[in-house]
């Protein structure tokens, strides 16, 4: 099973997701978390990349990189373990890219789908969680903010009416989850979620 933790910057992705993996390894199960941008070598470069060049960066640039980073990362790390059985557990995956540059950055869903599906070659989230926080809120949580999250407040507005707009045309893939709880409630739900997938 591949699942996916999703959400503007400082929804607590990156908090949630490895306590969820705890609590599933816990239960008996296997489990390979990784990270996008991220978890190879050639997607650690391209991370630094996307998340800290001085330089200005063409949208369809940006948009491409992710997609390469993500690609490698599906066929050297996430194909592999769901093959030895285990559940991937990932701090974003490409609805990161359809709520971002899709979306937040008006390059278009559809568009930015294309080359996704294309480098993924079938390795698609089965579950998405959505941790859903107003973008304020997520924001003011930041601890560094990076080249993209550096943009603002209004850019992150869009990105969250994009994940909306994803998760009501994909029910059947998205959990949505309340991100302004109490962490130990964000886990509980999550974990929920997933164990009903299971």
């Not at 390979?32 to 998340?51: H, I, K, N, Q, Y």
């Not at 869009?158 to 949505?176: D, M, Q, T």
Request: proline share 4%.
């Amino acid at each position: 099973m591949y699942i996916a933790f999703e959400g503007i910057d400082g929804a607590g992705k990156s908090t949630i997701a490895p306590q969820v993996g705890a609590r599933l390894e816990a239960g008996g199960h296997q489990v390979v978390s990784v990270r996008e941008p991220g978890g190879t070598g050639v997607g650690e470069s391209v991370r630094s990349t996307l998340l800290e060049a001085a330089d200005e960066m063409a949208l369809r640039t940006e948009a491409l990189l992710f997609a390469a980073a993500r690609a490698q990362l599906a066929a050297e790390v996430i194909t592999p373990a769901i093959e030895s059985g285990a559940i991937v557990i990932s701090d974003r995956t490409v609805y990161s890219s359809l709520a971002y540059q899709g979306g937040g950055r008006g390059l278009g869903i559809d568009e930015v789908r294309k080359p996704n599906e294309w480098g993924l070659d079938g390795v698609w989230p089965d579950l998405v969680i959505l941790l859903e926080l107003d973008a304020e809120t997520g924001l003011a949580r930041e601890d560094g903010p990076d080249r993209i999250s550096r943009e603002g407040l209004s850019l992150m507005e869009r990105v969250a009416v994009a994940y909306a707009e994803l998760a009501e045309a994909e029910p059947e893939i998205f959990a949505r989850v309340d991100a302004s709880q109490a962490i130990h409630e964000i886990v509980d739900e999550c974990v929920e979620a997933i164990e009903a997938r299971l």
